[in-house]
């Protein structure tokens, strides 16, 4: 079975335009989470959508949005880019979106701000 | 106090030896927790979840929970150099928060 997948794998853009990072989950699986992770550090929770809705939100400005396709697909946006918002982006799919439900994580999108 | 929280390290273990990688949690965390490793420019990959206090064993891996010291542990055993990557640790708080990470070195 095809794991999560993420497109692009780089992206580069410059301060001020936006992005959007885009997630397949595993097959059956109906939660997909956004993370992002600077380096040295540990993946920062920035939402979680379950069956088209949201679950949860992170600490993270309103320039991040998201949303989850009937087919359990989600795109990350990003608005008004900044230089800090250079980072791994990494998407997680689970079964569900519960407190055991084990998250699996896609390879990741690397984006530059310039 | 931070949620979930990790030493940076770097920890450096003879190949072979047993790697001991240790997690805090704070009261803001529930029952489940899990141990993610990470290679260098790669994505997190899961080793193992717990989510009872005691141990849980996986080939050469040993999750360890004690919920009264708030604490979770990751033995690696016959550690290899392939070993050597971040290790993440993560709880749920209403969502999934996870420690800095540790990195790991297995020296041969």
């Known amino acids: 079975d095809a794991g999560v997948t993420q497109s692009p794998t780089h992206l580069i853009k410059t301060r001020g335009q936006q992005v959007t990072l885009r997630c397949s989950p595993i097959s059956g699986h109906k939660s997909v989470s956004w993370y992002q992770q600077v380096l040295g550090q540990g993946p920062q929770f920035i939402f979680q959508?379950?069956?088209?809705?949201?679950?949860g939100r992170g600490n993270f400005p309103d320039r991040f949005s998201a949303r989850q396709f009937p087919n359990y697909s989600s795109e990350l946006n990003v608005n008004a880019l900044l230089l800090g918002d250079s980072a791994l982006y990494l998407c997680?799919?689970?079964?569900?979106?519960?407190?055991?439900?084990?998250?699996?994580f896609g390879p990741g999108t690397r984006l530059t701000v310039l | 106090q931070k949620e979930v929280e990790q030493n940076s390290g770097p920890l450096s273990v003879p190949e072979g030896a047993i790697a001991s990688l240790n997690c805090t949690y704070s009261d803001r965390v529930s029952q489940s927790f899990f141990w993610y490793r990470q290679y260098s420019g790669k994505s997190p990959e899961l080793i193992m979840s717990?989510?009872?206090?005691g141990d849980k064993e996986d080939g050469r891996f040993t999750a360890q929970l004690n919920k009264a010291s708030q604490y979770v542990s990751l033995l690696i055993r016959d550690s290899q150099p392939s070993d050597s990557a971040t290790y993440l640790c993560a709880a749920w708080a209403q969502k999934l928060v996870f420690g800095q990470g540790t990195r790991l070195t297995i020296n041969p």
């Open positions: 717990i989510y009872s206090n």
């Open positions: 997680a799919s689970s079964l569900q979106s519960g407190p055991s439900d084990t998250q699996y």
């Open positions: 959508y379950y069956e088209k809705e949201e679950r």
